[in-house]
T-cell receptor
Framework: DAKTTQPNSMESNEEEPVHLPCNHSTISGTDYIHWYRQLPSQGPEYVIHGLTSNVNNRMASLAIAEDRKSSTLILHRATLRDAAVYYC????????????????FGKGTKLSVKP | GAVVSQHPSRVICKSGTSVKIECRSL??????MFWYRQFPKQSLMLMATSNEGSKATYEQGVEKDKFLINHASLTLSTLTVTSAHPEDSSFYIC??????????????FGPGTRLTVL
């Protein structure tokens, strides 16, 4: 799977938007961009994923660059409960369905939210 | 989203004993489950991939005789740490794969099991 690059840490103020960047310059055409987050002492939690178009769900938005070499996870109004490590991961989608193998976790971005 | 549970959430054991951790997919059938290990302040490291009804595939450097994995049904996988030692103390996390309509499989994670070996 192609690698991703994320900042080690970011800070945000409560109730302000947060933009978490991810670079994936070696992404291939069949790689989906996934975001997971891990709160302290918990298992990772699925946040969102996308392929080419921007995506929205109840947790966040995912903005994908036109060349797909970077993406941004957007939390519209950060809360204290959003403090976590956010992982950007690429997964290859196989033509016959399903994804290739397991998730490979990098170091992610540790997001701190200040009240 | 799909729910994955783990039991126990926390276990403390003496060195030399064996510990079994259960991972269940509660509202879906998971043909594939994964086991990860996470040491303090580090990222998740994949230990093994478990497919229902077949032998697990272990990552390089993971001792299959020490970390026994059984995936006997579509909703249950177990990890047994045999003859545990203090260096096995870690946060063990399982995940299960669900195929989403029109897209890639999605992995859903359990809450993790904190193992402390004295």
């Amino acid at each position: 799977d192609a690698k991703t690059t994320q900042p080690n840490s970011m800070e945000s103020n409560e109730e302000e938007p947060v933009h978490l960047p991810c670079n994936h310059s070696t992404i291939s055409g069949t790689d989906y961009i996934h975001w997971y987050r891990q709160l302290p002492s918990q298992g990772p939690e699925y946040v969102i994923h996308g392929l080419t178009s921007n995506v929205n769900n109840r947790m966040a938005s995912l903005a994908i660059a036109e060349d797909r070499k970077s993406s941004t996870l957007i939390l519209h109004r950060a809360t204290l409960r959003d403090a976590a490590v956010y992982y950007c991961i690429l997964r290859r989608f196989l033509n016959y369905g399903g994804s290739q193998g397991n998730l490979i976790f990098g170091k992610g971005t540790k997001l701190s939210v200040k009240p | 989203g799909a729910v994955v549970s783990q039991h126990p959430s926390r276990v403390i054991c003496k060195s030399g004993t064996s510990v079994k951790i259960e991972c269940r997919s509660l509202d879906f059938q998971a043909t594939t489950m994964f086991w990860y290990r996470q040491f303090p302040k580090q990222s998740l490291m994949l230990m093994a991939t478990s497919n229902e009804g077949s032998k697990a595939t272990y990552e390089q450097g993971v001792e299959k005789d020490k970390f026994l994995i059984n995936h006997a049904s579509l909703t249950l996988s177990t990890l047994t740490v045999t003859s545990a030692h203090p260096e096995d103390s870690s946060f063990y996390i399982c995940s299960a794969t669900e195929t989403l309509a029109g897209g890639p499989d999605e992995q859903f994670f359990g809450p993790g099991t904190r193992l402390t070996v004295l």
